[in-house]
Nanobody, 120 residues
Framework: QVQLVESGGGLVQPGGSLRLSCAASGSIFSFNALGWYRQVPGKQRDLVAGITSLGRTNYADSVKGRFTISRDGAKNTVYLQMNSLKPEDTAVYYC??????????????WGQGTQVTVSS
């Protein structure tokens, strides 16, 4: 089994920053890439960012230049640094373990999610 545990969500004002963390444990050999999705109630989950085992990254257009995904292989942890946050970034953020197919990231294993609220 794979366990993915997120932390770092919360309430932040527009323009502020948050850093999400996700610790992976269990059968981590089941995946070779990591990523973050987000979901607003009533809408589908959208990919925010992905990162390969070699550190290559990709981002949704809406977060490029503001969010940065990174990973610490020794700690089996992935991070999402979120800067210049906007109210439309408000969502539940999910950490995932997955794979890349044709340069597109797909999450196969999911954490429980952490709420990020951007509001004044």
């Amino acid at each position: 089994q794979v366990q993915l545990v997120e932390s770092g969500g919360g309430l932040v004002q527009p323009g502020g920053s948050l850093r999400l963390s996700c610790a992976a444990s269990g059968s981590i050999f089941s995946f070779n890439a990591l990523g973050w999705y987000r979901q607003v109630p009533g809408k589908q989950r959208d990919l925010v960012a992905g990162i390969t085992s070699l550190g290559r990254t990709n981002y949704a257009d809406s977060v490029k230049g503001r969010f940065t995904i990174s990973r610490d292989g020794a700690k089996n942890t992935v991070y999402l640094q979120m800067n210049s946050l906007k109210p439309e970034d408000t969502a539940v953020y999910y950490c995932t373990g997955g794979r890349y197919i044709s340069d597109q990231y797909y999450g196969d294993y999911w954490g429980q999610g952490t709420q990020v609220t951007v509001s004044s």
